[in-house]
């Protein structure tokens, strides 16, 4: 066969050979017995006389001879290169079918020769004994068959030269070739299944011992009573103890032990082993000493063939990062990362549980809700990181001062919650509140600055009535408001009265933005005068909203709230061009001046939109004059000193609003181009009373805008008195009520059409108290007679009465309010009926004529205003 055949290619053919070479010294051993039983037998005897038979039998000993030296040699024999077993193999081959061949041809050469039959059985005893020898040696009968039958037909044919025998020897031979290439076939086959399984096998050993030394798993085993015979190495080397030693022990001691809710895990887990029943992804804590380790574990029961229970088999998982991931996770979404205090989804929560018991039922509890005064400064001025420590140092302080008492939480930016169970004392509340107003009213040390702010509160507490959180959350909201509106750093309680405050602003918003679309705002004009010339310079525009059901609404009602809901934006746009427009009608001689809120600064469009509002009228940029208030300069940012540059590039005016009200820092006069500055009212009114600071202020400031080559407009005159001393003191402009009131524009154009832009001083001549109207019978006694009178208005220090005629300045009176009020005064001036007297001394009007009448007049007053 030649030596590129596949079938001395295939291990399992070489194998077949090998184990008929190994067991061929039988075939030997059975072929000498029968040559020598041929040989002395009685009737065998003549064999060798016919040296033909027996020199062919002969022949084929040497074969079997050293097939038989060569099996005996692969015994035990060390391993043998491929190329040379196949060599040895090809051999084999040719030794067995030459053995068989000589033996085949002797014993039917017998046939040939007179008496020839023992001899014939005799080698026939020995094919069929070489026959069964070869057949047990590979448990393979049919090519066995066919071989030792092809070798003996073409043995026969050699022995008696017939050509049948050795057409059926090639026969044989053809199909053993045959048989034999299946049968490797399928031995190939059932080989290659066989490899592939353990090469699989051990692909998934190196896989799990990839995956336990990559510490992404681990496994284990135990025995039926639970004792552990097998656990990745990884596992005890966390333990820290040799595998030897964890290698027995139960499985449950690797598992730490808890108490409380927790241990439900580790009794499912003793459940299963004991019942014999699958677990899965169970969350234990590893029994790792000095370590928190967490596992997720899986197990099921394994059995053997006969369907014994043999123990347990599983696998499990570290679960350490996730458990950590899950708590910062957890910690992230109920805590603030800044402060460390509840967040407001936390304190949400606590607030639900603490307004009602453990049986569901309501029970009291307060919330405060605090704001800090003064921190968007503290961001602002010294930066976000400085803010942060600020926060970080309040929470302290609130921590500290609740105590045990109550729950801290942050909402967000500085607004913190406060939530107490169990109190709705008002006493105690109101303690709580003022101890955190006080120690937040402390400086705080902040990276060697000294940082100062406030804080405002808000309390609402429910008293066990079944206020939801909700509610009593949107009740501290007010509370807190209305400490705001009451000038910041104190506490107020909640009062229905607020929320009707709130549903009436709610109310005002929502019309306020439907009022630029049903044309319900309005711009009035005041004059602006030259002290100097009394000429009208320009005016200020003025905003007012008469409402379609509630009348005129006052600005001091709807520009905080349009301030608050962003609405000033839009409104600011209008007036803008509003203005622009009206200063196109006035001519180029005068200017308009129009506020600007600190919302409006903010906005960058702000420069666009003047331009364009300008463009659009036609006018010069300098007729338009840009009012800022003081309160802007709380952000001195380089995006605010930026605005002021751009505001200026645009060509228009920019005054300071409402001077020595608000910041009052001097620093910023030189960083913002200012042309003008506006005194406040506040210092006007009454400046020319001798006992007033506020002449002395006036001039400060005077003195100031002089120096800096600024214009300067006194707000708020009122009074000849109040005009003459603005005008001493060099106040180039004055704006109030003695050069004329907020007028429309076609008021405006008529004013300027008959004056000829020039404007006249008309009012009183100094200034006097608020007098409050009223309508009330006395008695007045005076040179021992009694009159009856009636009292129009008054203040503390006189009153205006009717009912007496010709009455001489001078005449002192007792005006008699009941029997235990009277009071003495003198007259001061008489026409007609009419009396304006003096009181002797300043008089308490509450105490005179009762707080409910003069609340009541008081209130008609402000009507009428």
Request: with cysteine; hydrophobic share 45%.
């Amino acid at each position: 066969m030649p030596p590129g055949d596949p079938l001395f290619d295939s291990p399992e053919f070489i194998a077949h050979l090998m184990r008929v070479a190994k067991l061929w010294h039988y075939v030997l051993v059975g072929r000498v017995m029968a040559f020598v039983a041929l040989a002395f037998l009685p009737g065998l005897a003549g064999f060798f006389d016919r040296p033909g038979q027996w020199l062919v039998m002969a022949a084929g000993l040497p074969c079997d001879l050293v097939l038989t030296v060569i099996g005996q040699a692969m015994r035990g024999s060390r391993p043998i290169a491929h190329e040379r077993v196949r060599l040895l193999a090809m051999l084999c081959l040719a030794l067995i079918a030459l053995g068989t061949l000589c033996s085949a041809a002797a014993m039917f050469g017998a046939l040939a020769v007179p008496d020839g039959g023992p001899y014939f059985d005799a080698f026939t005893a020995i094919q069929i004994g070489s026959l069964l020898v070869a057949a047990s040696a590979a448990a393979i009968v049919r090519p066995v068959f066919f071989a030792f039958a092809g070798a003996t037909a073409l043995g026969g044919a050699i022995g008696v030269a017939s050509w049948p025998f050795a057409v059926a020897g090639f026969v044989f031979l053809g199909l053993l070739i045959v048989m034999m290439r299946e049968d490797i076939r399928h031995q190939r086959r059932a080989t290659r299944t066989a490899r592939t399984r353990v090469s699989d096998q051990q692909r998934a050993l190196n896989l799990m011992r990839d995956f336990e030394r990559a510490g992404r798993g681990w496994f284990w085993e135990t025995d039926r009573n639970g004792r552990l015979v097998y656990i990745s190495p990884t596992v005890a080397a966390r333990l820290e103890l040799p595998l030897a030693d964890v290698l027995g022990q139960p499985f449950t001691d690797i598992i730490r032990k808890r108490i409380g809710n927790d241990e439900n895990e580790e009794r499912t887990l003793g459940f299963s082993l004991s019942s014999r029943t699958p677990f899965k992804e169970l969350t234990v804590q590893a029994a790792v000493p000095g370590e928190e380790r967490w596992w997720s574990i899986s197990g099921h029961p394994i059995s053997n063939e006969l369907g014994n229970f043999q123990g347990f088999r599983g696998s499990g998982t570290d679960l350490t990062d996730k458990k950590r991931s899950e708590r910062e996770i957890n910690q992230l979404a109920r805590y603030d990362t800044l402060t460390g205090l509840a967040n407001r989804r936390h304190i949400t929560d606590l607030l639900e549980r603490a307004l009602k018991s453990h049986s569901g039922q309501p029970q009291p509890c307060a919330l405060l809700l605090m704001d800090l005064d003064r921190f968007k400064a503290v961001n602002d001025t010294l930066g976000h990181p400085v803010g942060d420590q600020l926060l970080q140092q309040v929470a302290g302080r609130l921590t500290q001062i609740v105590g045990d008492k109550g729950q801290v939480g942050r909402l967000g930016g500085d607004e913190f919650q406060i939530v107490v169970p169990q109190m709705a004392q008002p006493e105690k509340l109101a303690g709580i509140a003022n101890a955190i107003i006080l120690s937040l009213a402390k400086p705080f040390a902040i990276e060697g600055e000294q940082v100062r702010i406030g804080s405002s509160i808000g309390i609402a507490v429910s008293d066990g009535q079944g206020v939801s959180a909700s509610a009593l959350v949107r009740n501290a909201d007010l509370a807190l408001y209305a400490a705001k509106d009451a000038g910041r750093g104190v506490y107020r309680f909640y009062a229905d009265a607020m929320h009707n405050q709130a549903s009436e602003r709610k109310a005002i918003e929502d019309a306020l933005r439907d009022a630029l679309a049903k044309d319900e705002l309005r711009l009035l004009y005041q004059p602006i005068v030259d002290v100097g010339s009394e000429r009208i310079s320009g005016f200020e525009a003025l905003i007012r909203w008469h409402h379609a059901s509630e009348g005129l609404i006052s600005p001091s009602k709807f520009i905080p709230i349009a301030e608050e809901s962003n609405l000033i934006v839009p409104i600011g746009e209008w007036i803008i061009r509003s203005a622009c427009a009206a200063i196109a009608h006035l001519g180029p001689g005068y200017r308009v001046a129009v506020n600007v809120s600190p919302r409006q600064f903010a906005n960058e469009k702000l420069p666009a939109t003047i331009i364009s509002a300008v463009s659009a009228a036609g006018i010069r940029p300098e007729q338009l004059e840009l009012e800022i208030t003081e309160g802007v300069f709380l952000d001195e940012s380089p995006e605010n000193l930026e605005m002021f540059q751009k505001l200026k590039r645009t060509g228009v005016r920019l005054a300071l609003d409402d001077f020595g009200t608000g910041y009052s820092a001097l620093g910023y006069l030189k960083k913002a181009p200012f042309d003008k500055i506006k005194i406040d009212q506040s210092f006007v009114l009454g400046a020319a009373d001798p006992s007033s600071m506020n002449a002395a202020i006036i001039s400060s400031i005077v003195g100031l805008a002089t120096a800096l080559k600024m214009e300067t407009t006194a707000e708020g005159v009122e009074t000849h008195d109040d005009l003459a001393l603005i005008r001493g003191l060099g106040c180039s402009h004055v704006q109030g009520y003695i050069y004329g009131k907020p007028m429309d524009l076609v008021e405006v154009l008529a004013l300027l059409r008959e004056g000829g832009g020039r404007a006249v001083a008309h009012g009183y001549k100094s200034s006097r108290e608020a007098r409050l109207t009223t309508f009330r019978t006395i008695q007045i006694g005076s040179g021992g007679y009694r009159y009856e009178a009636i009292i129009r208005n008054m203040s503390s220090r006189g009153a205006l009465i009717e009912g007496l005629w010709n009455v001489p300045p001078g005449t002192p009176l007792t005006l008699e309010f009941g029997p235990d009020h009277s009071l003495d005064a003198e007259a001061r001036w008489s026409a007609g009926n009419r009396v304006g007297v003096q009181f002797a001394v300043a008089v308490d009007i509450d105490a005179l004529i009762g707080p409910k009448i003069a609340a009541a007049a008081r209130g008609r007053i402000r009507r009428a205003a």
